[in-house]
């Protein structure tokens, strides 16, 4: 099973490189699949994209980002293994 995790686009570099925020971890995102800019010419700068292994897969909205994210920390309270999906290697003390 892949799982892609939400993230929101914090800074957009050339050749397609950016970083996006993924529960206050910063992570390297490569946009080719996505674009840095929508069908109208507007920046990503600040949309919402549904990462997997790097790569920005899609373009989502923030309700759907966030209650993705909601279901994400929901499965890390059952299973501590998502935790470095989300908040990287460095799970925060105050979710353990």
Do not use: N
């Amino acid at each position: 099973m892949c799982i892609g995790i939400p993230g929101r686009i914090c800074h957009i570099a050339g050749d397609m490189q950016a970083r996006v925020d993924v529960c206050g971890v910063v992570r390297a995102v490569d946009l080719t699949l996505v674009g840095t800019h929508d069908e109208r010419g507007v920046s990503r700068m600040g949309q919402w994209v549904l990462v997997h292994v790097g790569f920005a897969m899609s373009v989502i909205d923030e309700a759907e980002a966030l209650d993705t994210l909601a279901a994400l920390q929901h499965m890390y309270e059952l299973e501590p293994d998502v935790g470095p999906l989300l908040f990287g290697e460095e799970v925060p003390d105050a979710l353990r």
